[in-house]
T-cell receptor, first 112, second 115 residues
Framework: KAGVTQTPRYLIKTRGQQVTLSCSPI?????VSWYQQTPGQGLQFLFE???????NKGNFPGRFSGRQFSNSRSEMNVSTLELGDSALYLC???????????FGPGTRLTVT | GQQVMQIPQYQHVQEGEDFTTYCNSS?????IQWYKQRPGGHPVFLIQ?????EVKKQKRLTFQFGEAKKNSSLHITATQTTDVGTYFC???????????????FGKGTKLSVIP
């Protein structure tokens, strides 16, 4: 089985721009979660999608949004980028809400 | 808010020494999961514990879930350089009610092994 894939792997943006990150889950997995990882805050939950519906949302501002398509692929969008948004964004898929998470390699976003 | 606390934050050990990381929750967890992230890599699932007092072993790794299902530990016997990385615990936390859960991660313990 192919693992979770994320594109792009690296991204450099300037403040005020917006960015869209993509995640393709493991085949058959309908749950996709997004996490932000920074050295200071660790792994923080952004949101979870299941069957194209946002099932859970973490404590992030509305500039962070996401969606899931009928094939379970997911995208997340960050608008009006701030320097503090620089982080590794990880996507994880699972077969159920409380099941083990399979993480992708992440997208390293740098905001200058 | 609901948190999962993990200690220590860092641990440096000589190769061959043992290592333990601890995870504590303020509320009862239905299960706890452990992940390992190698430097430059992404978290990889190690194990899930579900039952009160459960102990599971994977070669040199021993995982425990407390009787009250509020704490857990990961113990590595005779560390090797391949054990280097950050170890995370994670538990499902309900934030919006109605049976909706999200996986909340501890901040991890970064293990360095000196050869």
């Amino acid at each position: 089985k192919a693992g979770v894939t994320q594109t792009p792997r690296y991204l450099i943006k300037t403040r005020g721009q917006q960015v869209t990150l993509s995640c393709s889950p493991i085949s058959g997995h309908r749950s996709v979660s997004w996490y932000q990882q920074t050295p200071g805050q660790g792994l923080q939950f952004l949101f979870e999608y299941f069957s194209e519906t946002q099932r859970n949302k973490g404590n992030f501002p509305g500039r962070f949004s996401g969606r899931q398509f009928s094939n379970s692929r997911s995208e997340m969008n960050v608008s009006t980028l701030e320097l503090g948004d620089s982080a590794l964004y990880l996507c994880a898929s699972s077969s159920g809400q409380l099941d083990e998470q399979y993480f992708g390699p992440g997208t390293r976003l740098t905001v200058t | 808010g609901q948190q999962v606390m993990q200690i220590p934050q860092y641990q440096h050990v000589q190769e061959g020494e043992d290592f333990t990381t601890y995870c504590n929750s303020s509320t009862t967890l239905s299960n706890i999961q452990w992940y390992k992230q190698r430097p430059g890599g992404h978290p990889v699932f190690l194990i899930q514990l579900v039952k009160s007092g459960e102990v599971k072993k994977q070669k040199r790794l021993t995982f425990q879930f407390g009787e009250a299902k509020k704490n857990s530990s990961l113990h590595i016997t005779a560390t090797q350089t391949t054990d280097v990385g950050t170890y995370f615990c994670a538990g499902p936390k309900s934030h919006s009610g109605a049976g909706s859960y999200q996986l909340t991660f501890g901040k991890g313990t970064k293990l360095s092994v000196i050869p």
